[in-house]
């Protein structure tokens, strides 16, 4: 069975939304329309992205058996209050409408109103408990807030008491100043805020408070996996990096489980041998990558680790039967 974990459901209102509250330039590019500020693209789309029908064809050529829909960056979090609730109970609303119209081929990763705590505890037990999710989509950072701040740990108790997992997708920095280019606010940007993230958590002690926390990092999580010895380097030279933990922070790299969406095989290759083939799990960023599994299936690893990888591990993260 192949499980993609990094596959996003593209909506119509939701980007009609998008373009007005930020103010968007539409940019025909031929083959796809962008969606731009500031000198780089926000969002991007092509008209069969909308087609469920021309999803589950693409799906069936490429042998993936069942796609994980989340929402893609920048989620719900440009809205404020009421607005930034309704904007999530609609897009969680409409993707658990695709997971019950094809439910062997789909499961959802809700989105959070992130902007209220309350709200987004109240949206997290409606869509597990009511629509069926199976985890959370959450980003890097949340509008400018980063994930070890203070107000999120009723929310970090809640999601370890369930044992959710939470599917981290990259948003752009928070200053994007001198990326005025060559679309760097995506190419490079993403990676940084990824690895931005996930030190946070663990400086922060996020994991080491919550032991049940599963987080999944997106394109093989950045560049964290390069920087383990010069975090530990931190921890062991300075008192603030070891404020909140009590273990050097290499340790928690197998707390994070790793995509393989940054389809460059040195990069896989050094997160199986960091990590192990148990903490890869099978992503393509489909629709907006258009490759199948070969990025996986060409890799020097044997049978084993591959069928793992490519779907055994998100079938028992994610209880898929």
């Not at 087609?51 to 069936?60: F, G, Q, S, V």
């Not at 709200?119 to 400018?144: F, K």
């Not at 107000?151 to 970090?156: I, T």
């Not at 940007?189 to 663990?202: I, M, N, S, W």
Request: net charge negative; hydrophobic share 45%; proline share 6%.
């Amino acid at each position: 069975m192949r499980i993609d974990v990094h596959a996003h459901v593209v909506e119509q209102s939701y980007l009609a939304a998008l373009t007005d509250i930020l103010g968007l330039e539409r940019v025909d590019a031929g083959d796809k329309l962008l969606l731009r500020k500031d000198g780089h693209t926000v969002a991007w789309t092509q008209p069969d992205m909308f087609d469920i029908a021309t999803r589950l064809r693409d799906m069936d050529k490429k042998q993936v058996d069942i796609q994980l829909l989340s929402l893609s960056t920048p989620n719900v979090y440009p809205w404020a209050g009421a607005q930034q609730i309704a904007v999530a109970r609609a897009i969680n609303d409409h993707t658990a409408g695709i997971c019950r119209a094809h439910p062997d081929r789909f499961r959802g990763l809700a989105s959070l109103p992130m902007s209220d705590i309350e709200a987004a505890l109240a949206e997290l037990a409606r869509s597990c408990d009511e629509l069926g999710m199976t985890g959370i989509a959450i980003g890097s950072n949340l509008a400018g807030v980063p994930l070890n701040h203070a107000s999120l740990e009723p929310l970090w108790q809640e999601i370890d008491r369930r044992r959710l997992p939470l599917f981290m997708h990259p948003m752009f920095p928070v200053n994007t100043a001198g990326m005025d280019e060559f679309e760097l606010p995506l190419r490079i940007g993403f990676p940084f805020d990824t690895t931005t993230a996930a030190t946070r958590l663990v400086y922060g002690g996020v994991l080491e408070r919550y032991p049940n926390l599963t987080f999944i990092l997106a394109h093989t999580g950045g560049t964290l996996l390069t920087l383990l010895e010069r975090l530990d380097n931190g921890y062991r030279l300075f008192p603030d990096c070891r404020k909140y933990i009590t273990r050097p922070p290499s340790t928690f790299a197998r707390r994070f489980y790793y995509d393989t969406a940054s389809f460059f095989a040195p990069a896989i290759m050094m997160a199986h041998a960091t990590v192990g083939a148990d903490r890869l799990l099978f992503g393509t960023d489909n629709p907006f990558i258009s490759g199948g599994a070969e990025h996986v299936l060409d890799l020097p690893l044997g049978d084993d680790d591959k069928t793992a990888i490519l779907g055994g591990n998100a079938a028992t993260l994610f209880n898929i039967k």
